[in-house]
């Protein structure tokens, strides 16, 4: 099987709960109602006293915690801004902690302005990082266009190399970036973005999504190695 589909699978075999502590029960019913799709269960737990507006703690299908997060800065998760990867360290949001809180859970309607804010997380961890590899997949041929400035630039930093995978012709010249037309759409069949690090593990994330409908995805994003490093390897045997 294709591993990003296994991956996929892998991801929805383990739901999250979501606890919410807020005293603000319409809130706290948008929430329920935006993670119904993100194969999550959310409570509400109704509090007092709090001059902020509250606050998530999210826990795995072992009950484990595994963060908790603001609501205002939630907010920037579910409705982001979206920047350059070279601009994203300067913004007031701290992105990397936004995306890490969701890591590993699936989503099922998100927009396309929601997955490309993930994958502009990714992207700037391989800005940062100045090196390494970074992979991803654009499905169509006008996907790719609309990005070239942003991937050649990407390219032109320090020591980092760039691959992009394309499901149909490409004819631009693309300076300092390697392109694979996947002409059986195995590999397209998935919008990616995966980093190998650059040498540091704690960099290696991805992002994985599958066009269901018009701009709406299902998918989720990862900061596992392992999963990173599989998805990589397969990639990595499709192009040799």
């Not at 590993?104 to 990082?129: G, H, K, P, V």
């Not at 995978?165 to 973005?193: H, I, K, L, R, Y």
């Not at 650059?198 to 596992?224: C, H, I, M, P």
């Amino acid at each position: 099987m294709n591993p990003f589909h296994t991956a996929l699978e892998t991801v929805e075999r383990h739901r999250k709960r979501l606890d919410v502590y807020t005293d603000d029960a319409e809130v706290a019913a948008e929430l329920k109602r935006q993670f119904e799709t993100r194969n999550a269960d959310v409570g509400h737990h109704p509090v007092t006293g709090f001059d902020e507006p509250g606050f998530v703690i999210v826990r795995g299908s072992d009950d484990e915690f595994r963060g908790g997060l603001g609501l205002d800065q939630f907010a920037a998760v579910l409705s982001p801004e979206v920047h350059p990867p070279w601009e994203i360290g300067t913004s007031e949001a701290d992105s990397g902690d936004l995306f890490s809180f969701l890591d590993n859970t699936l989503f099922t309607a998100y927009s396309r302005r929601q997955l490309l804010a993930a994958a502009r997380e990714i992207e700037e961890r391989a800005w940062r990082a100045a090196g390494g590899h970074l992979y991803t997949g654009f499905q169509r041929e006008e996907a790719l266009s609309d990005q070239t400035a942003v991937y050649e630039r990407l390219a032109d930093r320090g020591d980092l190399e760039t691959t992009v995978f394309v499901a149909d012709g490409w004819t631009v010249p693309f300076e300092d970036v390697e392109v694979v037309v996947d002409s059986d759409g195995e590999v397209t069949e998935f919008w990616f973005v995966l980093f190998d690090g650059g040498g540091t593990e704690l960099q290696k994330s991805g992002l994985v999504a599958e066009n269901r409908r018009a701009d709406r995805y299902r998918g989720f994003w990862t900061y596992d190695p392992d999963t990173v490093d599989e998805l990589i390897a397969y990639l990595e045997s499709a192009v040799r």
